[in-house]
T-cell receptor, first 114, second 111 residues
Framework: GAVVSQHPSRVICKSGTSVKIECRSLDFQATTMFWYRQFPKQSLMLMATSNEGSKATYEQGVEKDKFLINHASLTLSTLTVTSAHPEDSSFYIC??????????FGQGTRLTVV | SQQGEEDPQALSIQEGENATMNCSYKTSINNLQWYRQNSGRGLVHLILIRSNEREKHSGRLRVTLDTSKKSSSLLITASRAADTASYFCATASTGFQKLVFGTGTRLLVSP
């Protein structure tokens, strides 16, 4: 199957700092990538849809100035959590579609803000 | 919220038994997919069933879809300890690319 790589897998940062998470499609081009957030023992909540070369589409309730998304190429999307606070601590997962209906997911990033 | 509901929330069985998980959703769909997630990891796609299909098989997996009831079920036969994971259904609506995930079922298979 297709491979989506997410980096870093774990990150700990101080309150007030920014953290960048990368999502790469390694063996296919992804015009659209998706960013999800998952709290412990809960489901995935879609944060935004990232489109190559255009602005991301954010879900209702997600602060676009807080969660900056950049999809600069067909194989890379980044999520930057700006001015992170402890409540931003969560598991962030990206996914990419290759063209069909199946979505391929990254390994996830565990963010801890202290 | 458009999020689907899954039941049970948690299921504990012995190896060799069958595991059945149910998913209900709220909107019209193009397809419904099932994913597996091991603790703290990404998701792995298991199977996709289209809105015009009623049943689909893949190895030990059997998925049914009832669009009139807006529900789906995932059956894992002859379960193994390695099947221990969380299972999520996800729906894709006609004309949209994004997936809306259900609440998930945590499956524990004991040796």
């Amino acid at each position: 199957g297709a491979v989506v790589s997410q980096h870093p897998s774990r990150v700990i940062c101080k309150s007030g700092t920014s953290v960048k998470i990368e999502c790469r499609s390694l063996d296919f081009q992804a015009t659209t990538m998706f960013w999800y957030r998952q709290f412990p023992k809960q489901s995935l909540m879609l944060m935004a849809t990232s489109n190559e070369g255009s602005k991301a589409t954010y879900e209702q309730g997600v602060e676009k100035d807080k969660f900056l998304i950049n999809h600069a190429s067909l194989t890379l999307s980044t999520l930057t959590v700006t001015s992170a606070h402890p409540e931003d601590s969560s598991f962030y997962i990206c996914s990419a579609r290759r063209g069909g209906n199946e979505a391929f997911f990254g390994q996830g990033t565990r963010l801890t803000v202290v | 919220s458009q999020q689907g509901e899954e039941d049970p929330q948690a299921l504990s069985i012995q190896e060799g038994e069958n595991a059945t998980m149910n998913c209900s959703y709220k909107t019209s769909i193009n397809n419904l997919q099932w994913y597996r997630q091991n603790s703290g990891r990404g998701l792995v796609h298991l199977i996709l069933i289209r809105s015009n299909e009623r049943e689909k098989h893949s190895g030990r997996l059997r998925v049914t879809l009832d669009t009139s009831k807006k529900s789906s079920s995932l059956l894992i036969t002859a379960s193994r300890a390695a099947d221990t994971a969380s299972y999520f259904c996800a729906t894709a609506s006609t004309g949209f690319q994004k997936l809306v995930f259900g609440t998930g079922t945590r499956l524990l298979v004991s040796p």
